[in-house]
Every structure is written in C-alpha cells, then in structure tokens.
C-alpha cells in the first residue's frame, strides 16, 4: 500500500480490513480507488468466514478481545477492538454505506468519512483532541471517475507544519474496468512529491502483483525514496497462501519494508500454519520467541493451529499446537 500517497485522515479504512488480524495475518492488496468505494469498503460475516445468522461476534484473544456486531442483512456495524482502544461505527441507509466514524479513545482522536450519491468518499473530517489538529478533505472526482482531486483545510497555518495542500489523482483502467495504473502528485507548500502504482489481476479479479514507486526514486539522488512490489499467490479457495512485498529503497542504513508470508489452510478455510521471513530470519505466527529460523527445517518442530467449531462450521476454540502440546490462543462468541 501507498500510505504516504493517501490522505492520511483516511488511513484508518484500512484498519476496517484488518479487523480478522486475530485471525490471519494477510489481507488481499487494493487499489487506492476501492478504499474510497462505499460498496467495497462494507465488511460482511463472510470476510471473517462466519457462518449462519449472526447479530455478534466476540473474539478473545489472550487479554485482548474484538468485538463486531452486524445489522440484519450481515454487514458490520459497529466493532471495538481493545488492543487499539479503536471503537468503529458505520451507518447504512438501505443498506448503503453512508459514513464511518473511527474513534481512537486511547488518543482522544475522531476520523468522520461521509460517502456521497455516487458511492465515493466525499469528505473527511478529522478532529485531535490531543494534538489540537482538525482538518477537513473533500474528494472531487469527474464524471466517469477517472480523476480525483482532494483539497485540504485545516485550524491551523499551513506554514507551521508539513500539511498537505492538495492532492490529484488519475486513474487507468483496462477493459475490464480494473484500475491498471494509479498516479498521484501530493502538493504541499514548497515541493510537489508524485509516485505511480500499478496493479495486475488473476481471472476472478484478485490483485497478483503491484508495484509502488516515488518519482524520486529514478532519480540519482533517490535515497529513501519508495520503490515497493508485491506479488501474492491464491489458491483454489481464494485463500493467501503467499505474498511478498520486495524493497527496493536505496537508504543511508540496512533497515528494509521487505518481506515473504506463506500460509497453509483447513478444509474450513481456517489458517494452520502461518510464517512470515525477514531479514533471512523466520517467524511463525503464534510463537513470540523468534525468530525460528532452525524450524522450518524440521517439520515436526513446526507450530501450527487447531480448531473447535461449533454447528455451523465458525469456530469457537483456536490452539497453537507446538511440540506436540495444545495452548489455547483464542476463542470466540457467536450470537
């Protein structure tokens, strides 16, 4: 993702995606124009594989606990989550997605985001209570949504600090429709910062590969300068079972964003085993002592996840099983 690209009052949709973060650790990879799309932006029981009628789910996981509550029609309403003291709220009308409110109680900040008629962000406003910082964007698309433009207001000079005046947007589709290329030029006071994504798609519309890269970064004096690709493999299930994002920064220290995450599933399309490798160090996902490098020559020292599930197939009891012993890493509550 294009984080320094985005407006940073709208960051926050993205933590509507990581909601299942309890559960796996990989989300699909989106254009930039689907996190500003009401209809795709809508969380439904069956993006947390959740089968049946269900009005609540409370998922508990060591000392911290998520909870997501759904209208009728299964769409997310509202969820808090304790480990981020992030308590989100969406508001339908039909059915529709017209607003989120995301409120970061720990830090005393509220992000209000207002869809319009035509599905798309409209406006974002931003009030932090802690830093005294308010602002407020308006999304400007043109008619067949090709184009975008977001201006920026804020409470305070924008010469006191590295505010964003404005930023444009244009966006390439192939005949399909799918966006292709997103190209982007943030304005601030004194320089204009510009960066150009691109997106490859598999038969069902999944993104397979992308790439993210600053204007700066084909120049000569390109250091820390972002210059990302990543590339994630589905299987017949629609599961991840790899992606890779590949750094290609030049910086002044070693540090890199790179990474590799595999994963295996069951026949419910619930995570077994999970790894992610940095640096040549390996991590499996549910062991804090890493890294685990010398496991992953050992199958039988591998850890791996086990289940309980209840009538509908949801299940209810999460175990990491390693060396050969069960310690239960999570449950949930289904109403």
Same mark, same amino acid.
């Given at each position: 993702?294009?984080? +320094? @690209? ?28 689907? @996190?500003? =799309? ?5 969380? %439904? ?25 759904? =209208? ?22 039909? =059915? ?40 407020? &964007?308006? $999304? ?8 975008? /433009?977001?201006?920026?207001?804020? =409470? ?19 005949? %399909? ?9 943030? +304005? ?25 890269? &600053?204007?700066?970064?084909? +120049? ?42 595999? &994963?295996?599933?069951? /026949? ?40 309980? $599930?209840? @009538? ?24």
């Amino acid at each position: 993702m294009h984080f +320094t @690209l985005m407006s940073k009052t709208l960051l926050f949709l993205l933590l509507l995606l990581s909601l299942s973060a309890f559960s796996q650790s990989e989300e699909p990879v989106q254009t930039y124009l689907d @996190l500003l =799309n009401a209809e795709k932006m809508v969380k %439904k029981l069956e993006d947390f594989k959740i089968r049946g009628a269900t009005v609540r789910v409370l998922e508990i996981n060591g000392k911290d606990t998520l909870r997501m509550d759904f =209208n009728a029609s299964g769409l997310l309403e509202r969820s808090y989550d304790t480990r981020t003291s992030i308590l989100t709220t969406c508001a339908f009308e039909n =059915n529709e997605l017209k607003s989120i409110v995301e409120n970061e109680l720990r830090y005393q900040k509220k992000t209000t985001t207002f869809f319009g008629k035509n599905g798309y962000c409209e406006k974002v406003i931003v009030d932090d209570q802690n830093n005294d910082f308010h602002s407020t &964007a308006h $999304y400007y698309f043109n008619d067949t949504f090709d184009e975008l /433009e977001i201006k920026y207001s804020y =409470n305070i000079d924008s010469n006191s600090r590295d505010v964003v005046l404005n930023n444009r947007y244009t966006f390439t589709r192939n005949d %399909k429709q799918q966006v292709i290329k997103e190209r982007c030029e943030s +304005t601030h006071k004194e320089w204009t910062y510009g960066t150009t994504a691109t997106y490859a798609y598999d038969s069902i519309g999944n993104i397979v590969h992308s790439t993210d890269i &600053a204007d700066c970064a084909l +120049t000569l004096s390109s250091n820390s300068c972002r210059n990302h690709i990543i590339s994630v493999v589905f299987d017949e299930r629609n599961n991840i079972i790899s992606k890779t994002l590949s750094d290609y920064t030049i910086r002044n220290s070693l540090w890199s964003n790179s990474y590799a995450y595999a &994963a295996t599933y069951n /026949e419910h399309n619930d995570v077994v085993e999970e790894q992610c490798n940095r640096d040549l160090d390996t991590q499996y996902i549910g062991l804090s002592d890493g890294p685990h490098t010398a496991l992953a020559d050992d199958p039988s020292l591998k850890p791996f996840f086990e289940y309980d $599930y209840d @009538l509908q197939g949801n299940w209810v009891v999460k175990y990491l099983n390693h060396k050969g012993e069960r310690t239960v890493v999570g449950r949930r509550e289904i109403w």
